[in-house]
């Protein structure tokens, strides 16, 4: 695949500007089953890469604000690192998976303000993921309001974990 298509936008991925074919995996149910407040959908992302690769930028790619959505926060935790935005329907977050040691000295953020990796090649294959989940963001402020702090798309964000390599 070289676009999804959701709800919330297309997103696609780049490795220095060329669009790269990903695989998608659904990890809507896992995370739902570990967290009480639910997530819409949780999607990860891992590219298909040729054997041998080195490039300057591996990126999300998605066009946000032409659907409304604006920054709201940073997530992150030791495997991962994300931004959340929200337009008036949804809550929206972004990652890229780290490791906590070497992988992460090449985590960044992209011109676009989406997750990326930074100078990597063949060393870092079965580890780089990305993921995107989204939710209501009507049922996120409910439970702001209630002093709740709902968590589920940051831990929706540990889908990415079965997908390491």
């Known amino acids: 695949m070289k676009v999804l298509s959701t709800p919330v936008g297309a997103f696609s991925l780049r490795a220095d500007q060329e669009m790269v074919a990903f695989d998608v995996f659904d990890v809507t149910a896992d995370a739902n089953a570990d967290y009480k407040f639910p997530v819409e ?9 040729p054997t041998h690769f080195k490039f300057t930028e591996v990126a999300l790619v998605a066009n946000l604000p032409a659907n409304g959505f604006t920054w709201s926060d940073w997530c992150s935790d030791e495997f991962y690192a994300g931004i959340l935005w929200e337009n008036e329907h949804k809550l929206l977050g972004t990652a890229n998976f780290v490791d906590n040691g070497q992988l992460d000295e090449h ?56 997908y390491v390599s």
């Not at 959908?41 to 890469?49: D, H, I, K, M, T």
């Open 41 to 49: 959908r949780a999607l990860v992302l891992r590219p298909a890469l």
């Open 107 to 162: 985590a960044g953020i992209s011109m676009l303000g989406l997750p990326s990796y930074e100078d990597v090649d063949e060393r870092y294959r079965g580890q780089l993921l990305f993921q995107i989940s989204y939710k209501p963001v009507a049922e996120y402020r409910q439970l702001e309001q209630q002093g709740i702090d709902d968590l589920s798309i940051d831990f929706s964000f540990d889908g990415m974990l079965s």
